[in-house]
Nanobody
């Protein structure tokens, strides 16, 4: 059973930084592509960033140059480093993979406010 657990969310001031983590279990982490999504109140869930099994990354235009995703396979963990946070980045952030089905973590709240 694939299990994804996010952590690292919180309250941060505009311009600040946070690093989210997603610990994965129940899958072959070496070959699984992983994604980060977010959902703000009243809005649809949107793709933020993806990282392939080979480390190739892709980013939504609205986070390019500010967010960085990476993976640590011995720790079976994916990270999302978020710099230059703005109030519009406020959302619940989810870890996702299609490995073993359409799998989602429980989400972690990120709030950007002064």
């Amino acid at each position: 059973q694939v299990h994804l657990v996010e952590s690292g969310g919180g309250l941060v001031q505009p311009g600040g930084s946070l690093r989210l983590s997603c610990k994965a279990s129940g899958l072959n982490f070496k070959i699984a592509s992983m994604d980060w999504y977010r959902q703000a109140p009243g809005k649809q869930r949107e793709l933020v960033a993806s990282i392939g099994s080979d480390g190739t990354t892709n980013y939504a235009d609205f986070v390019k140059g500010r967010f960085t995703t990476s993976r640590d396979w011995p720790r079976r963990t994916v990270y999302l480093q978020m710099d230059g946070l703005q109030p519009e980045d406020t959302a619940v952030y989810y870890c996702h993979t299609y490995y073993g089905g359409d799998r989602w973590g429980q989400g972690t709240q990120v709030t950007v406010s002064s």
